[in-house]
């Protein structure tokens, strides 16, 4: 039986590869899946399918999904698959970035083409994802992650993006609640999963030199961004209560 497995379910542009290689970097004997969305129908979790990279002996199991829909847990039902049935540890961790700084990550990407335009073309109108499902819109998908600080049903791990990377003894409080032996090791390391920043790609690595808290700044006169804000205000009150 493997000792622990990691679920961090995220939208995409939250800055949770950040997150997932500080938590690899804790454990240290760990191997990280990217994004598997497959093998959901067949009561698990097709990891071999999927990126992966390998932290020492890589025993245990970091999986992420990204733009997950919160009502597929129950759908597939996530607790009976069998790499977490065969686990002694499972953490399930829903992972969220606060609203203003995720939409205007997801605004830049305006000027991708190609795969990495998708988190903008499906914001805010129904779209198909990685999976080919068809899903609500990708800020419609984010209200129900961030609706989970107020009902929790299934006791995810629920971690602040902003907290995360201000407080560290916020992040000693998680790697609490993960059993992990806090070092704060790869805080300051930027991912390459996923193109790494939007604003600045990987050409900076240290996430203390990103101002991730403050992107923003840069959609204030954005009229994209100022109506998204206007019609979403309520999950906007919600993300500047909770996150």
């Excluded at 004997?29 to 698990?44: A, F, L, S």
């Amino acid at each position: 039986m493997r000792e622990n497995v990691y679920l961090t379910l995220a939208m995409k542009r939250s800055g949770h590869h950040a997150f997932i290689n500080w938590v690899c970097q804790q454990n240290g004997n760990i191997t990280h899946y990217n994004n598997v969305v497959g093998g959901w129908e067949n009561n698990n979790l097709s990891i071999h399918s999927f990126p992966k990279k390998t932290y020492g002996g890589g025993e245990d199991i970091c999986v992420n999904i990204e733009d997950f829909d919160v009502d597929d847990f129950d759908k597939f039902n996530f607790s009976n698959f069998n790499l977490i049935k065969n686990s002694k540890n499972f953490y399930k961790i829903v992972f969220v970035r606060d609203f203003k700084n995720w939409l205007s990550s997801c605004l830049k990407r305006r000027e991708f083409s190609g795969v990495y335009r998708d988190v903008y073309e499906g914001l805010n109108k129904d779209y198909i994802n990685d999976r080919k499902d068809n899903k609500i819109s990708r800020i419609k998908l984010w209200e129900k992650h961030i609706n989970l600080f107020t009902h929790n049903p299934h006791d995810f791990i629920l971690v602040s993006f902003p907290k995360w990377v201000k407080d560290k003894e916020y992040r000693k409080e998680i790697a609490s609640r993960l059993n992990l032996k806090f070092t704060d090791k790869g805080f300051e390391e930027i991912s390459s999963f996923g193109k790494g920043s939007s604003f600045d790609g990987t050409s900076i690595s240290d996430i203390t030199k990103l101002d991730v808290l403050g992107r923003y700044k840069l959609y204030e006169k954005d009229e994209e961004f100022i109506n998204l804000l206007k019609i979403h205000k309520l999950i906007n009150d919600k993300s500047e209560k909770y996150l």
